[in-house]
């Protein structure tokens, strides 16, 4: 029986052991997407205990934040709200999520928290209930001796060179500024650029964001379609002077319906008004703003990132009581292919397609986007166009493995620029070095079964490129 995760963990073949100590395990790391917060970097946050690093709760604002993974593992063992998100003892709160960690056999949860135990704290004690009190007091006592741990501790211990926050074209980007003018940051951190507010035109606030964003650019209002392009690209300029590297999409579906500029500004006066839009006016309006979004990140040669594919909300009780992004989405189904395929196709003829990355949360659309990102590569950048890492309920071992054999039997794997956490949790970067294990286990057993040459130089190049420097290049750090 081979040792619960040791140093070989996940690694089947010499070759694979080779690749990942000789070459990925001491590479830095750029995690172009996530969702922590600028100002906890900015202002080093110090954690108190395990349960502030991984469950979270209620915020002084009255949302949550927290890991929706983990919440989702104590629901699933019937665990009560009051200690998922609520105010218990902190040490119950941990301990309750140890109980249901301990039944969750071939869940990647054990895996990455054992993970991060190990990378961040040094504690080779495996996570269970009878170990629980002493993981609990080492943890503590590491978090409160030094700024080893601090944010900028986690930072610097996981060797994190670049970080792409997810920010709103309407934040002032005041943390951002302040980060950008501090010499002591190691870590590169820029802001990635949002707008759904202003896409999603059918969405609950539209109006009340709009006069928002009206007045992140001066504004008494935007009377017009043309005045919100005109504003989000004042924005985007405005995020780019602070190092913005790519912007992010979370959409139900990518819809493509080319409408005139009269026409989108006729839907829009409409959601103005507060009246009810059909699907088609919704459509074209939301499609005009990507094709200006889409020619904007061109000239700014900035990474467009498209995330679809989830059901948001499911549990509508629960999102009344909790709000969004608290552990009650699903995986969605929709068929927007040929639309993403249209609306790269309409931009690369109307003044140039920005280099994209796609990402389903099914992972049944894996073959179909490798396919389409095959038929928009560029001269320009190798990999221009790529299918995403495998995103929130697909990043398993299972699903980072059926992502990259998409990406192989399709595309240019060796072009692929790499893992990224999607987190909001500073300890999640432990996930990188998951995502290395599981992807030169793969590479050593295509080379140990002779369906690749063993010649280092190319594949120290490939490993070296999926997890760093591909990301380099592709994002200009």
């Known amino acids: 029986m081979k040792a619960f995760m040791d140093k070989d963990f996940l690694l089947g073949t010499e070759t694979a052991r080779q690749l990942f100590h000789g070459v990925a395990e001491t590479l830095p790391l750029a995690d172009y997407h996530c969702h922590i917060s600028p100002r906890e970097i900015y202002e080093d946050r110090r954690f108190r205990d395990l349960t502030e690093l991984?469950?979270?709760?209620?915020?002084?604002?009255g949302s949550y934040f927290g890991d929706h993974y983990k919440w989702r593992l104590m629901r699933?063992?019937?665990?009560?709200?009051?200690?998922?998100?609520?105010?218990?003892?902190?040490?119950e709160?941990?301990?309750?999520?140890v109980e249901a960690l301990?039944?969750?056999?071939?869940?990647?949860?054990?895996?990455?928290c054992n993970l991060e135990l190990r990378q961040f704290f040094g504690c080779e004690l495996p996570l269970t209930v009878e170990n629980a009190r002493a993981i609990w007091e080492q943890t503590r006592e590491k978090l409160r001796s030094g700024p080893e741990l601090s944010v900028r501790g986690i930072l610097r211990k996981a060797k994190v060179a670049f970080i792409g926050t997810t920010d709103d074209p309407a934040d002032s980007l005041e943390w951002h500024q302040k980060l950008a003018a501090d010499p002591d940051l190691e870590t590169k951190v820029c802001p990635s650029f949002r707008p759904d507010k202003a896409l999603l035109i059918q969405k609950p606030g539209f109006r009340e964001y709009i006069g928002l964003l009206a007045r992140s650019v001066s504004?008494?209002?935007?009377?017009?379609?043309?005045?919100?392009?005109?504003?989000l690209t004042l924005r985007l300029e405005s995020f780019c002077r602070l190092g913005c590297r790519a912007s992010d999409h979370g959409l139900d579906y990518v819809p493509f319906r080319p409408v005139s500029e009269a026409e989108a500004d006729a839907a829009y006066q409409k959601a103005l008004r507060g009246e009810a839009l059909t699907t088609e006016e919704a459509e074209g309006y939301e499609t005009f703003l990507l094709l200006h979004l889409g020619?904007?990140?061109?000239?700014?040669?900035i990474a467009m990132q498209l995330h679809y594919s989830c059901y948001r909300n499911a549990n509508e009780a629960m999102f009344r009581a909790l709000g969004p992004d608290t552990g009650c989405d699903m995986i969605g189904q929709t068929s927007c292919g040929v639309s993403i395929a249209r609306l790269l196709s309409a931009l690369e003829e109307s003044g140039g397609c920005p280099k994209t990355i796609l990402y389903s949360l099914n992972g049944a659309d894996n073959d179909m986007l490798a396919s389409l990102a095959g038929c928009f590569q560029s001269p320009e950048l190798p990999g221009k166009i790529q299918l995403g890492s495998a995103w929130w309920f697909l990043d398993t071992k299972s699903g980072m493995e059926a992502q990259l054999r998409s990406v192989s039997n399709l595309g240019l794997l060796g072009n692929f620029v790499g893992m990224l956490t999607d987190s909001r949790s500073f300890l999640s970067y432990a996930r990188h070095d998951y995502f290395r294990r599981i992807f030169c286990n793969l590479v050593g057993e295509w080379v140990e079964n002779g369906e690749f040459p063993p010649e280092e130089g190319a594949l120290r190049r490939i490993v070296e490129g999926v997890c760093y420097t591909n990301a380099v290049r592709y994002f200009g750090l």
């Open 93 to 97: 709160r941990y301990l309750k999520f």
């Open 54 to 61: 991984w469950l979270g709760g209620r915020q002084e604002d």
């Open 102 to 112: 301990q039944l969750g056999i071939g869940n990647p949860m054990v895996h990455w």
């Open 295 to 301: 020619r904007e990140y061109h000239r700014q040669d």
């Open 219 to 231: 504004k008494e209002e935007l009377s017009t379609v043309e005045d919100v392009c005109a504003a």
């Open 76 to 91: 699933a063992n019937a665990v009560s709200e009051d200690y998922v998100t609520g105010d218990r003892d902190p040490y």
